[in-house]
């Protein structure tokens, strides 16, 4: 089991790390962050394997960490 830490006040809302999630873990966030955009949150009913594509496909870093 992984766990990620977002920071949400860097995720501009292009969701590339959505879509790469094998696991579906990411989700759009229904919630404006700080700079305007919808950021990204984790969907709770899903676990996270720790892959880290979600970081890795980040522009703008928002996902800091990947543990496992």
Known sequence: MGRIVLDRNKCKGCYLC?????????????KVNSIGYYPIKVN???QCIGCAMCARVCPDMAIEKVYR
């Open 18 to 30: 959505v879509d790469v999630c094998p696991n579906k873990v990411l989700e759009p966030d229904t």
């Open 44 to 46: 709770e009913g899903k």
